[in-house]
């Protein structure tokens, strides 16, 4: 019985000799052996918050590494698991494992992902892409408004303000080594370039309006774009804007007095704001649309200026903050409403 009793333990010491050998010599082999040799360039798309699980079965897809569990084990081995960036990568399926996962935490990517979020200023948007390190925001600011980049990219107002559409871009940072001097300028064009072609299924009978009707869309879809984030409202709160120009009535939208204050403004409307004529965007004391578009717009907007809700309704007001509204087609209705609103928003602010 102690002889069997020895010859089974020797042979499980064997067996977990022989396993942690095969163990080690797949580790080594995974480690020292490329997909392919010679290997080939290969990009590889990395997107924001992906976790390790879903960038390294990417990586095995697409031919960088052997295999994703190996790599997901060596990137928790190297405490690398937290630290990959998002953005476009080279790699070469020729490299191996350990330097994939270096260019994955310290490589510069080729292309870096960005979203630009719907309702963003001119300024907002500037701001937003000089914090991701694309281009200065003087710089961005100054072309944005550079009348040879505004004729080249066919806008008509005196700044790109609405034609900067909202997307998720992956865009190339400027080089350190050799700075492009053109680099602001190649981005905005890229978000403009997005905005034409998104556009262009807008259009009624997919025909690009005139001059005048194109401003009339575009500010009339930023202001649509600032007024509601229900996506099934846009079409009648553009209806009702489209109803208050036909009658002559004063549009009296919010968005547009604190656009015209700019970057000043800390988000306390007051009722001298609303009585000020000197702004140029106070639609409470200007008749008809500001003078331009206050935002950039998603496509959704756009649609609804291009071809808003045909009713009656000449206010609307929010039902709770953030939320959909009320419309309502005579001032006593929209009186009702906004006493409701205001009701609704005390109880809210109360908790109860």
């Not at 396993?19 to 995974?30: H, I, L, S």
């Not at 109803?243 to 009535?249: E, Q, S």
């Amino acid at each position: 019985m102690r002889h069997v009793l020895k010859y089974l333990l020797l042979a499980s010491f064997c067996t977990l000799l022989a396993a942690g050998g095969w163990v080690g010599y797949t580790a080594w082999t995974f480690l020292n052996t490329a997909p392919e040799t010679p290997g080939k360039d290969i990009y590889i798309d990395i997107p924001p918050g992906a976790t390790l699980s879903k960038i390294s079965i990417t990586l095995e897809e697409k031919g960088a590494i052997t295999s994703s569990f190996k790599f997901r084990l060596l990137a928790r081995y190297k405490k690398a698991s937290k630290a990959l960036q998002a953005g476009r990568f080279q790699f070469s399926t020729g490299w191996l494992p350990e330097k994939v996962l270096d260019t994955l935490v310290n490589g510069k990517p080729v292309l870096t992902r960005i979203t630009i979020p719907e309702g963003l200023t001119l300024w907002q948007t500037a701001k937003l892409l000089a914090d991701g390190g694309f281009a200065p925001y003087d710089e961005l600011m100054t072309v944005l408004k550079d009348p040879k980049f505004l004729l080249h990219y066919g806008i008509p107002f005196a700044t790109a303000e609405g034609f900067l559409m909202p997307d998720t871009y992956l865009l190339k940072l400027p080089d350190e080594a050799a700075p492009d001097p053109r680099q602001a300028w190649k981005i905005a064009g890229r978000l403009v370039d997005n905005f034409w072609q998104k556009a262009a299924s807008c259009w009624l009978n997919g025909t690009k309006p005139e001059r005048k009707e194109l401003q009339r869309l575009v500010i009339l879809a930023s202001i649509v774009e600032k007024e509601t984030a229900v996506p099934d409202e846009r079409p009648r709160v553009a209806g009702v804007y489209t109803n208050r120009l036909a009658r002559n009535m004063l549009l009296q939208a919010d968005p547009c007095v604190i656009y015209g204050l700019g970057e000043s403004f800390r988000g306390n409307l007051t009722k001298a704001m609303l009585n000020d004529p000197k702004n140029a965007y106070n639609t409470y004391q200007r008749a008809g649309l500001p003078p331009g578009p206050i935002c950039s717009f998603g496509v959704s907007a756009l649609k609804a200026a291009v071809k808003p809700e045909q009713h009656d309704y000449l206010y609307f007001v929010a039902i709770t903050d953030g939320g959909a509204h009320k419309f309502s087609k005579t001032l006593r209705e929209h009186n009702n409403a906004v006493q409701q609103y205001l009701k609704n928003r005390r109880k809210a602010q109360s908790g109860q």
